[in-house]
């Protein structure tokens, strides 16, 4: 089923799984999970809406006694630019995150589909297969704004190899000198990840010509090197300059996320589809009818490389190798295509079933937990009914009670009640050179924060242990406590009251009294 260099014609046009109605209707699928969810069940999406409401209210609504607003550009805006965009169009803060966030998934399938056919002037009939990775781990996370980032990269991608077809290069290095800075203000990711694998399809469109590596590396990287200026904002000097720590690296993590690749609600069902992606990875291996076209083959090869060699933890920003995985992964499987049969006749009708089969059916597990997760988040925001109207509240979630393959996700859940209730928590983002807010309730340092938020029931550091949270922090500076994933009674201080609770959370009242800054002793 070969094509023509130009893609615009190939053996076996029009077999169903290349159609157009097809592809749409996949593209149209990839958001069913998130149809019905007021909020989309994602570990951060309780604190990103919290940030949204901040944002729109900067400086003039009731939450900037909270929190302050630093305007500047960053390389983390992606869906916060959207859902201000919408929210000055009249749409509510919730409502313009779920559409912006709904987008995702979509977006992500629509760029798999762009970047196939501009590499290979089809869609292989093995394509399907990574489709499910639009619910990557990432995503299940609430990274939303790398993932909005990681889908516009892969459309980019595909634009530049149609490009490749049809200008000069000069053209095409102005355009993404352009695009690039963009994608940064996007998520700094999504342009690293933009800049690697261009210069990986660069390589492998002069390897597929018969280029030697020697004459295609510098080349590759000279087309890219002009997309490479926002990295001179990055470490520029000043306030706004990407600050935190680095490092963690180990192969106990980079196993973890390889096995974790669909982790969503049932271990047995998630790694069966790891199973399947490592079962066709065989048969690649072993078939004469499969093989991986360098131009995508090459950057995924790369892409897998730097997952390998990435630290968990780099300036602030963590999860960075796992990020990694995913965008790795797809364009492996979007690399694979089937050679034709002997005859000249198309083949790979029995694969492209076999792929879309396994396509819907992750659709449908996705559909059914997140109905469920977000079911039990509404439960857990019943504790807002409780909880003083404009006031501040201390949240401790147990970081544990997430450890589990079918996490509830409720660590972030608490943001909510920043947009529902006006309310102050220490739940947000403060990195520098990565979020535009920062908390302005000195009062309640060190709590002020993520990730003063996140304990565990007992530990060697203190800073992370549930007791010693309910013993130091300020009385003047918080009206309650919120515990999640920890059962009515756990915050043992004379001073607390339960007011509400719900399975292994509650809500205590804070009884100030002489407004100690001290807590009374805890038994």
Known sequence: MDCRQDGTTCQGAGLWWQSRSFLVFCILVSALPLLWPAVAPLGDMGDHIGRYTILAEAGRGPLSRYYAVHWAMVGNLGVDAVVLALHALGIGIEPAAKIAVLAIPPLTVAGMIALARAAHGRVPASAMLAFPLAYCPAFQMGFVNFCLAQALMLLAIALWLRLARRQRPIWRVGAFAIVAPLLWLCHALGWALLIVYLFGIELGRRIERGQ???????????????????????????????????????????????????????????????????????????SRRLSVAPILGVPAAIGVAIFF???????????????????????????????????????????????????????????????????????????????????????????MSEGRWNSPRRLHVAGLAITRAGMFTNTQWAVPGQQLVRPIVPDAAPFDRDPSALVVASALDEAADFDTAIGRFNRCAFDAVWTVGFPVGRARSPDLIPIWAQGDSAVYRVRRGLCLSDAPSVR
């Open 212 to 286: 030697s590596w020697r004459r295609g590396v510098p080349r590759a990287a000279l087309m890219v090197a002009p997309m490479a200026l926002p990295a001179l904002w990055m470490f520029k000097p000043g306030g706004d300059r990407v600050a935190g720590d680095s490092g963690i690296w180990s192969i106990e993590n980079k196993l973890r996320w390889i096995l974790t690749l669909f982790q969503d609600r049932w271990m047995a069902w998630d790694l069966a589809a790891l199973g399947v992606l490592i079962l066709f990875a065989y048969a690649v291996v072993r």
């Open 309 to 399: 060699g990435l630290p968990y933890l780099f300036r602030g920003g963590a999860y960075l190798d796992m990020r990694m995985l995913a965008p790795a992964v797809m364009l492996t499987l979007l690399a694979v295509r089937v050679r034709p049969e002997p005859s000249g006749a198309p083949s790979g009708a029995g694969l492209a079933l076999v792929a879309t089969g396994f396509f819907l059916a992750r659709i449908i597990g996705t559909t059914l937990g997140y109905a469920q997760l977000a079911d039990a988040q509404e439960r857990e925001l019943q504790a807002l009914t409780v909880l003083p109207p404009g006031g501040k509240v201390l949240v401790l979630a147990n970081v």
